[in-house]
């Protein structure tokens, strides 16, 4: 018993002396430190295209697809957008939950002055053909009546045009009217009607009726009107005379001047443009003419190009208190952009220093951004390659061991 008493003694303060000695080895142990990419990786664009003259003073061109603006002369400005604002009006009714599958004209719908269809109070019609009264001829007492249908108020659906914009992003505009007459605080942007155009794109319906050179329509007999039989033709000529034009909305009033909100498609490109102040009365035609040059540049000077690729490969973030020292980065594929020759882009890759286990491969650890031009465009999570547990007593313990192995065998 004696012997044993002095065994275990002998044990304790080995066990003691080896604990201390391995903690102070573990507490010495080299810092991990983070082997990570360059902040920014630069590629120069050559010099850019010739600019373009144009007749409008607010214009805008975008990618359709990315949104990304490719030509601007004051985007940003607030102006009147005259009867474009009718792309606004038929997508509220093309998207209602709750559509109604006949409308009736009011009175006061009635008295919107031309362009309008002309019809009685009372008569009623199918809500799909007053959608072509109002996307093929722009008329203004269908646009009342339509908001009238579907929101009660001309007012109640302004409220629901401003809500949608603001989901939209489109951040330089606020609807009063359904037509786009002039009105007080009635305004938006050339960028913004571009975004307005790019969500439009998406809608199949829309587009259908867009690019329909006439219909004809009968008003729905009732006990107080007979049917009359109408016809509207499209009056968006820039559809018929470029190559690939999708068209989509003209307008004009005595303070918007001549507007227009075009697109077009031709193999992988879709381009969105609009024209706002084209010109005053006689020069109708000054908006076709901006669009058509407009669509030349982005067809003729951007393609699409895959974005260059960070190597992530040999990135690894140090972790604590886990079954491996590093975790290493998978890289993010991101995509294709429509680029031209002029264009810069910068990557800014953002990463965190170290990490804590447990990490989780589907857990984001950083973030790559795309500037183009100095604005940015894209914005990538980057993720672990794989999972790393958090360490166990017997791993801390063998890790302790291995020190203490090393420094006395070095």
Same mark, same amino acid.
């Given at each position: 018993m004696k012997y044993m008493?002095?065994?275990?003694?002998?044990? +304790?303060?080995?066990?003691?002396?080896?604990? +201390?000695y391995g903690a102070y080895l573990w507490k010495t142990k080299p810092v991990?430190?983070?082997?990570?990419?360059?902040?920014?990786?630069?590629?120069?664009?050559?010099?850019?295209?010739?600019?373009?003259?144009?007749?409008?003073?607010?214009?805008c061109l975008m990618d359709a697809d990315s949104g990304r603006v490719l030509y601007g002369t004051k985007e940003n400005e607030k102006k009147p957008m005259a009867s474009t604002t009718k792309i606004m009006t038929a997508l509220l009714i093309l998207?209602?939950?709750n559509p109604a599958s006949s409308v009736s004209f009011s009175s006061y719908a009635c008295s919107m002055p031309k362009v309008h269809l002309g019809v009685r109070p009372g008569e009623t019609f199918k809500t799909k053909d007053l959608l072509y009264s109002l996307l093929l001829e722009s008329h203004n007492d269908t646009a009342v009546a339509l908001a009238e249908s579907c929101a009660g108020?001309?007012?109640?659906?302004?409220?629901?045009?401003?809500?949608?914009?603001?989901?939209?992003?489109?951040?330089?505009?606020? &609807?009063?009217?359904?037509?786009?007459?002039?009105?007080k605080g009635h305004y938006s942007s050339s960028k913004d009607m571009c975004i307005l155009a790019s969500y439009a794109l998406k809608n199949k319906e829309f587009c259908q009726i867009i690019k329909t050179q006439s219909h004809s329509f009968s008003s729905i007999k009732t006990d107080n009107c007979s049917s009359r039989i109408f016809s509207v033709s499209?009056?968006?000529? &820039?559809?018929s005379s470029y190559d690939g034009a999708l068209g989509i909305k003209t307008g004009f009033t005595s303070k918007a001047g001549y507007c227009f909100v075009g697109a077009a498609r031709r193999q992988d490109k879709t381009l969105v443009s609009c024209v706002l102040a084209s010109g005053w009365p006689p020069n109708k035609s000054f908006k076709w003419a901006d669009t058509k040059t407009l669509m030349d540049y982005g067809m003729n000077n951007y393609e699409h190009s895959s974005l260059p690729l960070p190597d992530l490969g040999s990135c690894r973030i140090?972790?604590?208190?886990?079954?491996?020292? &590093?975790?290493?980065?998978?890289?993010?594929?991101?995509?294709?952009?429509?680029?031209?020759?002029?264009?810069?882009?910068?990557?800014?890759?953002?990463?965190?220093?170290?990490l804590c286990a447990p990490i989780r491969s589907n857990i984001a650890v950083g973030t790559i951004e795309y500037y183009i031009n100095g604005k940015l465009f894209l914005k990538k999570d980057v993720f672990p390659q794989k999972s790393i547990e958090k360490s166990s007593i017997s791993d801390k313990i063998w890790d302790v061991l291995q020190c203490i192995t090393d420094s006395l065998c070095p």
């Open positions: 008493k002095r065994f275990l003694l002998v044990l +304790c303060v080995l066990l003691m002396t080896v604990g +201390c991990q430190k983070a082997v990570l990419p360059q902040e920014w990786t630069t590629l120069s664009g050559s010099a850019s295209p010739s600019a373009i003259s144009l007749h409008s003073q607010y214009s998207e209602d939950n108020s001309v007012s109640a659906f302004a409220r629901k045009m401003n809500e949608k914009a603001a989901s939209l992003g489109m951040k330089q505009t606020h &609807f009063v009217t359904p037509n786009g007459l002039d009105a499209n009056k968006d000529l &820039f559809l140090p972790v604590t208190d886990g079954k491996e020292d &590093f975790v290493c980065l998978s890289t993010p594929d991101p995509g294709q952009a429509l680029l031209g020759r002029h264009d810069e882009i910068k990557i800014h890759c953002s990463f965190s220093q170290s």
